[in-house]
């Protein structure tokens, strides 16, 4: 723990020394000393043993969604070819699916009658009466102004694209609050707008309306001594607290679903910060123990109770495969998608291979986000007889599971695998790919390939960027004019070799070092896009941002960025480095996961 304090320490001395750089600098050495050694008490005095993750919290409350301002008249709705004014109310409702009348979503049955049927609920009598086929209506008009509106966006200059007065005066009032003397910044202090549910995947609600969060809706978190936030004008808040065994600032429950969301702080935080590095410190502990916990989970394969087995097979593939646990959900709820803890018998298959001599587990099944796992993984021989009683009898709750992991290691749960199986990939990985001989667009390659090594182990997968094939055409381009370039410079120098040879003076021979360092610098420059384009082909359907910023520990790839010389900002961008801040402090050349 004193480790993550002196890290946590040093990320708030350097907020500290920003904050001195803002404002007039007027101090002298002295004072900033002692400004620094007082914060370090602030530090100490934090570290609450009760549970409490703050004394004072005090912040603004939420920014609501702007209310909704009716189109022009000259767009028009029309219902069975004839024009037709919407009520306020109908008419935003019919904008959000106006919206969306180029995605696949709106083609889907589901989405359909889910709209149709809220959408109905937002009409007036007569609008009711009128409407009853969703396939009279036409949302063209609509459709097309709200892509003219895109189009002048992004035609819009740099300068008109700064952010307003507004915009920063907003931000600076809501974006930050006072935690325990420290200022933090929120993370999503704007509560979304309404919209239309997509869900993931053939999701049962897709299509409904997610309607607009008034104050009435908002739980307001918030220490007794604060000043509380105002709601609106005319408004309240649904509630008040002063619940300091909790993080978050508001909160309020969604229509759709009946979750909880919240405003949280951002990632950058000192308690975002400190969370990370105990997640990462279990995964780590779970490395000193993890041998003894696979030598048990095999001995369980013998045992006589099923449920033992049961339990013992799943942590096999939890271990092995990096699975999700899954958790129980409620049917018609959600999306069809499945853990390890979940799993039925059409997503397992069971069968012998060379000649019965090797048996092969074959998964296929939705999981998170309806992503599809497909897997065929060779099975130890104790395992396959195990597996049958896996397949025909293999749903239980996740929290048996954790329970049992609990017992064999404080804090231990599924989800510590998966962490520690990516953490541990891509330290090996980065060791086997990384060569010293390489420049430093090489070396990020291999780095991102171990990456991909990880999402893969993750099934962490995309679809291709809709884009995709344009910006590959443009790369190429890219590479091709860059070649031509470089064909040019390497018979500029030959023929500057050549006159070099014939008048044997110094203008000449400075004219052939001259052309020397244009060909080498446009063959880096060549590899440097080569290597863009090998990159962006193999990732094209991996999605490598998810286990870099939630799977990963983020000292191994600061180590390996120190180890190499290779710039930090080169793996993780401004604000994925404010978020790991305690990992690049602490983290030296020879951290070892």
């Known amino acids: 723990m004193v480790s993550c304090q002196l890290a946590l320490q040093y990320v708030h001395i350097r907020q500290c020394l920003l904050v001195v750089d803002r404002v007039m600098f007027f101090g ?29 919290l005090e912040h603004k409350g939420p920014v609501f969604a702007p209310p909704y301002e009716p189109l022009p008249n000259h767009v028009k709705f029309y219902y069975d070819g004839k024009a037709m004014k919407l009520s306020p109310e109908a008419e935003e409702v019919a904008t959000f699916f106006a919206k969306m009348l180029d995605h696949e979503y709106t083609t889907k049955d589901i989405f359909r009658k889910n709209f149709f049927k809220d959408w109905r609920k937002e009409m007036t009598t007569e609008e009711k009466a009128k ?3 969703l396939k009279k209506c036409n949302f063209t008009e609509m459709s097309e102004y709200f892509k003219a509106q895109s189009e002048a966006r992004k035609a819009m200059t740099k300068e008109e694209k700064q952010v307003s007065k507004e915009n920063e005066r907003i931000l600076q009032e809501y974006g930050f609050c006072i935690m325990d003397n420290h200022r933090e910044r929120i993370a999503n202090f704007r509560i979304e707008p309404p919209g239309l549910f997509r869900g993931r995947g053939d999701h049962p609600k897709m299509g409904m309306l997610k309607r607009r969060i008034r104050p009435e809706d908002i739980i307001v978190n ?4 604060s000043k509380h936030p105002e709601p609106p004008p005319g408004r309240k808040w649904k509630e008040v607290r002063h619940d300091n065994k909790v993080t978050w600032l508001v909160s309020w429950t969604e229509n759709i679903q009946g979750s909880i969301k ?9 308690i975002k910060g400190e969370k990370d590095w105990q997640k990462y410190e279990t995964a780590r502990r779970l490395k000193k123990c993890v041998d003894r916990i696979r030598n048990q989970y095999r001995e369980d394969w013998k045992s006589k109770e099923m449920r033992i087995r049961q339990r013992a097979v799943a942590l096999y593939f939890i271990d092995k495969l990096a699975l999700r646990a899954g958790n129980e959900k409620e049917e018609g709820e959600t999306a069809d998608t ?15 291979e060379n000649d019965g001599q090797e048996y092969v587990v074959e998964f296929d099944f939705l999981g998170k986000d309806s992503i599809r796992y497909y897997n065929k993984v060779p099975v130890e021989k104790r395992v396959r007889t195990k597996a049958a009683f896996f397949i025909y009898l293999f749903i239980f709750c996740t929290s048996i599971l954790n329970k049992h992991l609990q017992e064999l290691m404080d804090g231990l749960t599924a ?5 520690y199986n990516a953490s541990i990939t891509l330290q090996q990985q980065l060791k086997e790919l990384t060569n010293v001989e390489e420049n430093i667009p090489a070396k990020i390659l291999s780095y991102n390939r171990a990456n991909r090594a990880v999402a893969i182990l993750c099934n962490h997968q995309r679809a291709p960027p809709k884009t995709f094939e344009k910006s590959m055409q443009n790369l190429q381009a890219k590479i091709d004019a860059k070649r031509d370039q470089l064909s040019d410079a390497k018979r500029e120098l030959k023929s500057a070799k050549a006159d070099a040879k014939v008048r044997k003076d110094e203008k000449s021979k400075k004219t052939v070092e001259t052309k020397k360092k244009a060909v080498q610098r446009i063959e880096e420059q060549l590899m440097k896009l080569e290597v863009q384009a090998t990159d962006r082909e193999e990732n094209k359907q991996i999605a490598l941002g998810t286990s870099k910023l939630n799977y990963l520990d983020p000292r191994i790839s600061v180590a390996w960025c120190k180890k190499w010389g290779i710039p930090v900002e080169k793996i993780y961008n401004k604000t994925q480095r404010e978020k790991f801040a305690w990992a690049i402090d602490m983290a030296d050349e020879d951290f070892e996961f």
């Open 28 to 56: 002298t050495f002295q004072l900033l000393f002692g400004w620094v050694f007082l914060l370090n008490s602030r530090w100490e005095e934090e570290r609450y043993t009760d549970g409490s993750k703050w004394r004072f």
């Open 131 to 133: 409407l009853t086929d």
């Open 222 to 225: 918030c220490s007794k001594d």
């Open 262 to 270: 919240y405003i949280m702080l951002n990632p950058s935080s000192r």
């Open 338 to 352: 499945v853990g390890c803890c979940s799993l039925r018998v059409e997503h397992i298959k069971l069968y012998p």
């Open 415 to 419: 989800k510590v695998f998966r962490t």
